[in-house]
């Protein structure tokens, strides 16, 4: 089956949005890359399991799950295969156990992150202050284990409910099967997170929120905020800082085309008006390169890049 069949299958079954080369730009932080060659936003989980039947019959068709787009970068050229995004029906958050007054709460994947720390704000629960100042989704979230200011996913997750669209299975996997370890977890690209269970503390909503604010003026103090960047570049070495490294090899400022290396934060790069994939893509290696040869430590990205990009020398 090739995609436009699948395209067309997709519309017939399903009641969520299905478009052909839809433009990916706009649904990321950087606001650079191509279309998709199919785009799927499902209406539910009826959807998905209509994907999954039809991609079945689809072999070897490439898939990425999109989030808010925060930590990806898509080629100039787009993504060549299925790209599922899924949308406000999967956006929400309740008690996991609303008669008991409990600690645990329920998030649909596409959540944005401060939506869920506002939420257990509110009701006084403490351990997903950090997400505050991360502009993912749950689910992506818990792919790639987002943190910040000392506080991980992993640590107040529980359990997460994924739906495998190659075999059809839909399971709640348990946290300690997701090999969730720093910034990373075993969730493969045919796996779809469709909501996170995480278990929070008590604490006053004073104190909550007074964490929370602390983290918003820290990030709005010591990075780059209003322009096209994907948040940290690169995962920080153990015991050290990727931003900390980047600097000291002399790299603030570093430019690949319309793409450089953020003069406030050092391990944020930003985009100007008019940058390709491409640029961010040859910026990233180039400054990898130059750290590994002026402070002898290998940096390995945070932000992924998805599609077909041009390799660069060093």
């Known amino acids: 089956m090739n995609l436009s069949a699948l395209a067309s299958q997709l519309s017939e079954r399903a009641h969520g949005t299905v478009q052909t080369d839809y433009p990916l730009a706009g649904l990321t932080t950087y606001r650079v890359g191509g279309p998709a ?31 808010r787009g925060s930590n990806l970068v898509v080629a100039d050229s787009g993504f060549p295969g299925v790209v599922v995004r899924l949308g406000m029906a999967f956006s929400w958050v309740r008690s996991a156990r609303p008669e008991e007054d409990g600690t645990k709460m329920v998030a649909g994947s596409a959540t944005p992150l401060p939506l ?33 200011h000392g506080g991980e996913i992993v640590d107040t997750l529980r359990s997460a409910t994924l739906f495998d669209v190659r075999s059809g299975a839909l399971a709640q996997v348990p946290v300690g099967d997701l090999g969730m370890t720093y910034r990373y977890s075993q969730i493969h690209d045919h796996q779809i997170v469709l909501d996170a269970t995480f278990e929070l503390m008590r604490d006053h909503e004073d104190a909550v929120r007074a964490r929370m604010e602390s983290y918003r003026k820290h990030r709005a103090e010591t990075q780059p905020g209003a322009v096209q960047n994907a948040g940290s570049t690169f995962k920080n070495p153990p015991g050290d800082s990727a931003g900390r490294l980047v600097e000291a090899a002399g790299l603030k400022g570093h430019r690949v085309g319309r793409v450089s290396v953020s003069q406030l934060h050092a391990n944020f790069f930003i985009a100007d008006e008019g940058a390709k994939a491409q640029d961010v893509y040859d910026l990233v290696h180039e400054v990898r390169h130059l750290v590994k040869e002026r402070m002898g430590v290998e940096l390995h990205p945070e932000v992924r890049f998805v599609g077909d990009f041009a390799s660069r020398s060093a």
């Open 37 to 67: 060659r199919v785009y799927f936003e499902p209406a539910d989980r009826d959807d998905i399991a209509v994907l999954a039947e039809v991609v079945e019959s689809a072999s070897g068709v490439p898939m990425l799950v999109l989030g």
């Open 116 to 148: 869920l720390a506002n939420w257990a704000a509110r009701r006084g629960l403490a351990g997903v202050e950090f997400a505050v100042a991360i502009p993912g989704s749950v689910g992506g979230g818990v792919r790639m284990n987002a943190g910040a």
